[in-house]
């Protein structure tokens, strides 16, 4: 008797962030969370079909790179989520400096010797225990929860001079680690995410005008300053001036979303993947769209459009400023990252190698992808309407 109790309080206790309560908090956002455990199961059922030929011809294995998403992304990424979910948004307050710091270690790490790993031409891992993880997508969470900490704090203060310097500061520190790795595509994504959050806690115009030109003239500096990145923007412009060199990933993306048709060639089917750099990370939307064709691509591309427009709505109806802008950083990031990747396949911005959430093969950023979605699901608990 005393043990199917304690069986039930466990129980009860596992499911207690589910089901509605009394007062402030209620019941979460089901149609959230229905959207994420989907794009999770088609993220495995398109990484198994981009990857298969890959992981034979690496490892004998077909179904290599699948388990090694399982394990070293989906399940602590599961574990991540659900602890995040149980935790009240407003404790991350308390450590809003904290989240800063460790951002700046996090970013240094990949210098040191002992523990940063090159991959290609980016120095953006660290290897612990022979496994590799990818520091700067942490940040992107950590910079998330510090800017939503110091904006709330300085409330209408924002529009005074010194929170502009200030603001400018530590985003020239965070540039500058990740221009040393260098990973242009999440410097971007940070810079985006951070001055859209900076412009709704209400920065004047005149700064927010300031930054954005800054940031610009400074992008450009960084393309005509080194040559691949000078070399992925002639590939965006005109990949028939080297299709065999710079320009072979966009032609072999163009190639396969233009192969899949109406309805695709089928699961497993892609003929490109085995010739499209990176058909389990950067190229993978390339590859589903070639196996599902357009009208399913469609109807995939909107449990993205539905992730984006739940947490939209989160923010809308958010009780607080810090709430209003966490949401707003990590759905404003999550769309960045969407639009970069699939944008790069269609030849409308330059490629990055930013992966697509859910989807592309890396365990680090399937991680702190669903570690955010359970910090999103939480501040859905205490909206003002639901």
């Not at 981009?50 to 599961?78: C, E, M, N, W």
């Not at 951002?103 to 040191?112: A, D, H, R, Y």
């Not at 960084?222 to 005109?238: E, G, H, Q, S, T």
């Not at 959430?357 to 955010?372: A, D, E, Q, R, Y």
């Amino acid at each position: 008797m005393v043990r199917s109790r304690r069986k039930n309080n466990l129980f009860q206790w596992l499911l207690q962030p589910f089901l509605p309560k009394r007062g402030l908090e209620h019941q979460p956002d089901y149609v959230l969370l229905i959207t994420i455990g989907l794009l999770i199961f088609f993220g495995l059922l398109f990484l198994s079909s981009a990857s298969s030929t890959l992981a034979f011809y690496k490892y004998q294995d077909t179904y290599r790179f699948v388990k090694q998403q399982i394990l070293h992304g989906l399940l602590p990424g599961i574990l991540f989520f659900y602890i995040a979910f149980r935790i009240n948004y407003k404790h991350y307050k308390k450590f809003t400096w904290f989240f800063l710091i460790a951002s700046f270690i996090l970013l240094s790490l990949v210098f040191f010797g002992a523990l940063g790993s090159d991959y290609g031409t980016a120095q953006s891992w660290i290897v612990v225990g022979g496994r590799s993880f990818q520091t700067s997508e942490l940040v992107k969470l950590a910079f998330v929860l510090f800017l939503a900490g110091w904006l709330s704090e300085k409330g209408k203060d924002i529009i005074k001079v010194s929170s502009a310097v200030t603001f400018t500061i530590i985003l020239l520190i965070i540039s500058f680690f990740i221009i040393k790795q260098p990973d242009i595509g999440t410097l971007s994504i940070i810079l985006l995410t951070s001055v859209s959050m900076y412009f709704v806690a209400g920065a004047k115009w005149t700064h927010f005008t300031a930054l954005v030109g800054g940031g610009a003239i400074a992008f450009l500096a960084m393309i005509k300053a080194a040559p691949y990145r000078m070399n992925r923007f002639v590939a965006w412009l005109n990949p028939d001036f080297d299709p065999q060199g710079i320009g072979w990933q966009i032609k072999q993306s163009l190639i396969a979303i233009g192969s899949g048709g109406w309805l695709g060639l089928g699961l497993g089917s892609s003929r490109q993947k085995s010739y499209l750099p990176m058909p389990a990370n950067d190229s993978i939307f390339a590859v589903v769209a070639e196996e599902i064709g357009f009208i399913f691509t469609i109807i995939f591309l909107a449990l993205f459009a539905i992730l984006m427009l739940r947490g939209f709505r989160i923010i809308r109806h958010s009780e607080d400023n810090f709430a209003k802008l966490i949401a707003l950083g990590i759905t404003i990031w999550i769309s960045l990252q969407i639009f970069i990747n699939i944008a790069g396949m269609l030849q409308l911005l330059p490629l990055t190698g930013v992966p697509l959430p859910f989807i592309s093969l890396g365990g680090s950023n399937l991680m702190v992808t669903l570690l955010s979605m359970g910090i999103l699901a939480n501040i859905s608990r205490f909206t003002t309407r639901h």
